[in-house]
């Protein structure tokens, strides 16, 4: 079992950052491809970055392509998520995810990911 814990999130304006990290117990997170998601009020979860377990290949959703940034630090068993620029439409609970993996795969659906965290919330003031 792999367990994970989001943090990191707060409320911010438009225009700043924010760096959510995903600290896991349990397993060590090193062969595991993992995930943001995020969901917003009333809205359905959605994909917002992705990264193979090397790290080598990662994939964003578009609104946030150049703007936010996917990490891990295996000797930290942790994944971040920088988010720079914010703005109003990225207020939501984020969500990291993990997927044993060592093909190198990416993936950007919900339903591939076996393990979730809590969620963090960020809120962006305008």
């Known amino acids: 079992q792999v367990q994970l814990v989001e943090s990191g999130g707060g409320l911010v304006q438009a225009g700043g950052s924010l760096r959510l990290s995903c600290a896991a117990s349990?397993?060590?997170?090193?062969?595991?491809?993992m995930g943001w998601f995020r969901q917003a009020p009333a809205k359905e979860r959605e994909f917002v970055a992705a990264?193979?377990?090397?790290?080598?290949?990662?994939y964003y959703r578009d609104s946030v392509k150049g703007r936010f940034t996917i990490s891990r630090d295996n000797a930290k068993n942790t994944v971040y998520l920088q988010m720079n620029t914010l703005k109003p439409e990225d207020t939501a609970v984020y969500y990291c995810?993990?997927?044993?993996?060592?093909?190198?795969?990416?993936?950007?659906?919900?339903?591939?990911?076996?393990?979730w965290g809590q969620g963090t919330q960020v809120t962006v003031s305008s």
């Open positions: 995810a993990a997927r044993y993996s060592r093909d190198g795969g990416i993936y950007p659906i919900s339903g591939s990911f076996d393990y």
């Open positions: 990264m193979s377990w090397t790290g080598a290949n990662t």
């Open positions: 349990g397993r060590i997170i090193s062969s595991y491809a």
